[in-house]
């Protein structure tokens, strides 16, 4: 994974079933002003018409840079984005989801901010569109710098489509953890924070589409247990600094009541048994 890179940035854009939004991403790219990249298309099983549009769109550009890898098998967007960055020759690694959109400096203006200050991590501000008109970010999205740790135990704060992380950076936290169907950002982005900050440029550089990662989440039940999940796994870890570590308890004993409450509001005894024997004792004293 070391050595010389010729490539700067490796772009990778997960996708399944998105035959619709995918060849707009993909141009989103290739038009960029910053040039030195490849493009690392990964279709996750589609079974719609992604491949032939891609592969039309390839023939027509008979660009060097991209590549076009398919699974027969969904098997989500984390383990899409990983398969990506084990082929990535670049220095950096970009995402771009497969219904979102890069304005065409991003590339450019992005690389130069990380370059000029030596930042390992960064991402961009964004603009949200919903049922095709633009909407305003409520104050809890509003995205963090420097130490983003603290904010990112209540939501996910980076966005895939804005991020761009030191090759290296990523692969020393194996990546995206792929037994998360959903939240796999916020488990990745919580665990990297821990160590590493991730500064913004605050420029909006990208179009936020309400698409595949919205309605991936809609599908998924208990996203609140997913997090739990993922700041267990920090603690069972060890090695933390106590003020994180107070911190972390803190979110994780709200989280895991609210959660439980709710299953037992639906009347899910089994199932908040169960969960209930996963988590430590929901005293933060007696967990620290």
């Known amino acids: 994974m070391g050595g010389t890179h010729l ?30 990249f490849e493009l690392i298309i990964v279709d996750d ?6 491949e032939k549009k891609v592969a039309r769109l390839i ?15 969904n098997r989500g967007s984390a383990f899409a984005r990983n398969r990506g960055a084990e082929i990535a020759k670049g ?26 200050n030596n930042f390992l991590i960064s991402q961009t501000d964004e603009i949200w569109i919903r049922n095709g008109k633009r909407v305003n970010q409520m104050e809890k999205h509003k995205k963090p710098s420097g130490d983003i740790f603290e904010k990112s135990l209540k939501l996910c704060t980076v966005s895939p489509s804005s991020v761009i992380i030191k090759r290296d950076i990523f692969f020393e936290f194996d990546g995206f953890d792929e037994s998360f169907l959903a939240c796999e950002d916020y488990d990745l982005w919580l665990r990297l924070s821990l160590k590493y900050p991730v500064y913004l440029l605050p420029k909006k550089l990208i179009i936020k589409r ?12 208990h996203l609140d247990r997913l997090r739990i999940e993922s700041m267990l796994k920090i603690i069972n870890q060890g090695a933390l600094e106590l003020h994180k570590k107070e911190r972390l308890i ?27 024997q996963k988590v430590p004792e929901k005293n933060e004293k007696k967990i620290l």
Not at 95 to 106: A, G, I, Y
Not at 211 to 219: R, Y
């Open 210 to 221: 309400g698409g595949s990662w919205e309605q991936q989440s809609k599908k998924i039940p």
């Open 7 to 36: 490539i700067d940035v490796s772009v990778i854009i997960p996708t399944y079933n998105r035959q619709n939004f995918i060849i707009e991403s993909v141009l989103s790219v290739i038009n960029q002003t910053y040039k030195n």
């Open 91 to 116: 220095e950096y690694i970009a995402f771009l989801d497969s219904d979102d959109l890069w304005l065409k400096n991003k590339l450019k203006e992005q690389i130069n901010f990380m370059k000029k």
């Open 250 to 276: 803190k979110e994780l004993v709200n989280k895991t009541s609210i959660y439980l409450n709710g299953l037992l509001k639906r009347e899910k005894f089994e199932e908040a048994r169960i969960f209930n």
């Open 45 to 50: 099983g589609s079974t719609d018409e992604t």
């Open 59 to 73: 023939k027509f550009y008979k660009d060097y840079r991209i590549t076009y890898k398919k699974f027969e098998e």
